[in-house]
């Protein structure tokens, strides 16, 4: 886009911030700000800095899905029925709709629950008349079982057995999952619950298959 959206409200005096500029020669920089004025150069091209005025920090820029980010997490998928047992008993079940397995990070917290019950009671993989996944959970009167899954923070990237250092823990989370499913119930959903801190064995029935990862 060539230099024009680069020009700063000083750039009349060779790109130089006021506060760098020789007292002797207003136009060019002092000996102690060559640096700087690169700095600058820098801090507009990348867009930001870092608060001691330095360059971008990269923990400002982390791709989603970095297990250091704040963001919980569900694997959602859609089905024709889905069932969770605990001991040979069936605590709960659904028909058609979503299963979504969910997880929980240190700093999620209220606003994460009700963030992602939004984005589950809109998600647009249902069917339509013509077969294309248009319309969400709540369009086809469907509902969702809620499993909560600490493994999905899982990390294998220093070797094969993985650590679960960015799953919350039990006292944190269990409140978070509780929240999602109270908002999504608030919102007309019908849900059903695994047991947390508890061996859980689901069985569930995958149309498509479709299955999606959510992060908010």
């Given at each position: 886009?060539?230099?024009?959206?680069?020009?700063?409200?000083?750039?009349?005096?060779?790109?130089?911030?006021?506060?760098?500029?020789?007292a002797a020669c207003?136009g060019t920089p002092?000996?102690?700000?060559?640096?700087?004025?690169?700095?600058?150069?820098?801090?507009?091209?990348?867009?930001?800095?870092?608060?001691?005025?330095?360059?971008?920090?990269?923990?400002?820029?982390?791709?989603?899905?970095?297990?250091?980010?704040?963001?919980?997490?569900?694997?959602?998928?859609?089905?024709?029925?889905?069932?969770?047992?605990?001991?040979?008993?069936?605590?709960?079940?659904?028909?058609?709709?979503?299963?979504?397995?969910?997880?929980?990070?240190?700093?999620?917290?209220?606003?994460?629950?009700?963030?992602?019950?939004?984005?589950?009671?809109?998600?647009?993989?249902?069917?339509?008349?013509?077969?294309?996944?248009?319309?969400?959970?709540?369009?086809?009167?469907?509902?969702?079982?809620?499993?909560?899954?600490?493994?999905?923070y899982g990390d294998?990237?220093?070797?094969?057995?993985?650590?679960?250092?960015?799953?919350?823990?039990?006292?944190?989370?269990?409140?978070?999952?509780?929240?999602?499913?109270?908002?999504?119930?608030?919102?007309?959903?019908?849900?059903?619950?695994?047991?947390?801190?508890?061996?859980?064995?689901?069985?569930?029935?995958?149309?498509?298959?479709?299955?999606?990862?959510?992060?908010?």
């Amino acid at each position: 886009h060539g230099d024009r959206g680069l020009r700063a409200p000083w750039s009349g005096a060779g790109g130089i911030p006021p506060a760098h500029r020789s007292a002797a020669c207003p136009g060019t920089p002092s000996r102690r700000c060559g640096g700087a004025r690169w700095r600058w150069i820098a801090v507009l091209l990348l867009g930001a800095s870092d608060k001691s005025g330095g360059m971008p920090s990269r923990s400002r820029h982390r791709r989603k899905g970095d297990l250091g980010s704040a963001m919980m997490r569900a694997l959602v998928q859609r089905v024709s029925s889905a069932s969770v047992a605990v001991d040979g008993e069936v605590v709960g079940s659904i028909g058609l709709g979503l299963c979504a397995f969910v997880g929980v990070t240190h700093e999620d917290g209220p606003d994460h629950a009700d963030r992602l019950a939004g984005r589950l009671a809109g998600l647009r993989i249902m069917d339509d008349a013509d077969g294309v996944m248009n319309l969400s959970v709540a369009d086809v009167g469907g509902s969702i079982l809620v499993v909560s899954q600490f493994t999905l923070y899982g990390d294998t990237s220093k070797g094969r057995r993985p650590t679960w250092s960015a799953a919350a823990q039990p006292e944190h989370a269990e409140p978070l999952i509780q929240r999602l499913a109270d908002a999504l119930k608030e919102g007309g959903i019908e849900v059903a619950m695994g047991r947390f801190r508890a061996d859980m064995v689901v069985d569930l029935r995958n149309e498509g298959p479709a299955t999606l990862m959510l992060e908010v």
